[in-house]
């Protein structure tokens, strides 16, 4: 297969500006095409200017756009698949119908009857999918976050742990400090397991970081908690390992619902147990590998919490269940497989 990635030149997002470029490894096989696009940094508007030259450039036999079906630049593939009779595959997280002004929803409409495969990330983005009128035999669930499991492994961090004084019981949290995380139920329910000898570490940043370090000097937990900034993913795994628990506390909004949860997956890859609410897609990517709990209720989160401080074997029954999870449906290779798959249908080859 002969693959030709084409990209935004910059992107911005959460305040950040980068070069999308630079993220990606080249290797032998494919190109890599680094173009200006308007209205950056905006899922719905922004488009190429030049996307037509590019795509006479590379002649595809395929077109797999990701990006939203509502957004302009899905509509300029699907635009381009029908101008060269060729099969259009797009990829949707978007798991909460939302009616938009025009022209996005004709664009939906457009993109959807273009379409000869829709990738949705979880169950629910493919049931909207397929109550939009689209057919279930054009509908796959992947999700687009895998794992490299030799990155993401159990490893012993004592020299890190010693360096965060860590306690006997480690609850973590990886991601955004933003309050649909759910982050505050974290710290109330942390604050409730009234465990001196536990330590609560949070890994990243964001705009409710204040309101957050508010929060546990009022709790009296101050000590307990260990604040550490975004970090390089190659340093996640570590910190990971640092965790006996991982949670991802996320609460529904009326336009915003858990779409994946990636750091589940890697924790599981470490053999770290992990809790999760019923958010969104949340228990459908934990399984039957870690514990949920029914968003916003901080008192069963504590409980749950509770009894894997005082289990260990239970953690690492878990840990390891999570492990062969990942290895079964989460790897980078087991999902791109799936979708080498999907090419290989619609092409007949």
């Known amino acids: 297969m002969e693959l030709t990635l084409l990209l935004p030149k910059y992107w911005s997002e959460a305040g950040k500006r980068v070069q999308t470029h630079s993220q990606i490894i080249e290797k032998e096989g494919f190109l ?6 308007l209205f950056e940094g905006r899922i719905k508007r922004h488009f190429y200017p030049f996307f037509n ?26 635009r381009a698949a029908r101008q060269l009779g060729v099969p259009l595959v797009f990829f949707t997280w978007e798991n909460l119908l939302e009616k938009f002004s025009f022209p996005h929803q004709t664009i939906r409409k457009f993109v959807l009857q273009t379409a000869a495969h829709a990738i949705a990330g979880d169950r629910e983005a493919g049931q909207l999918l397929e109550n939009a009128g689209l057919s279930r035999s054009k509908i796959s669930n992947i999700p687009q976050y895998g794992v490299n499991p030799k990155l993401f492994k159990k490893r012993n961090m004592r020299k890190l742990k010693n360096e965060l004084h860590l306690g006997n019981f480690t609850v973590g949290y990886v991601g955004r400090l933003i ?11 942390f604050v409730n397991l009234k465990m001196k000898k536990a330590t609560l570490l949070i890994v990243g940043n964001g705009p409710f970081k204040e309101k957050l370090e508010a929060q546990v000097k009022e709790s009296g937990i101050f000590s307990q908690v260990r604040w550490i900034k975004a970090v390089d993913q190659s340093l996640i795994p570590s910190y990971l390992n640092c965790m ?7 609460i529904t909004t009326p336009t915003w619902k858990e779409q994946f949860g990636r750091v589940l997956i890697e924790a599981q890859a470490c053999e770290v147990t992990v809790v999760g609410s019923d958010s969104g897609a949340i228990p459908e990517v934990i399984g039957k590998a870690g514990l949920i709990y029914p968003e916003g209720n901080i008192s069963q989160l504590a409980k749950k919490l ?32 799936k979708i080498y798959d999907i090419y290989r249908r619609l092409l007949k080859k």
């Open 179 to 189: 309050p649909e995380k759910g982050i505050s139920d974290l710290i109330q329910a």
């Open 32 to 37: 890599i095409i680094s173009a200006p696009i």
């Open 53 to 78: 030259h590019y795509i006479r450039q590379v002649q595809p036999d395929l077109i797999h756009i990701e990006e939203e079906p509502y957004s302009l630049a899905a509509w300029q593939a699907a």
């Open 306 to 337: 509770k009894m894997l401080a005082n289990a260990p074997n239970i953690r690492k029954s878990l840990g390891r269940k999570g492990r062969k999870q990942v290895l079964r449906l989460f790897t980078n290779q087991k999902l791109s497989d």
């Open 244 to 250: 006996d628990v991982l949670v991802l506390p996320s």
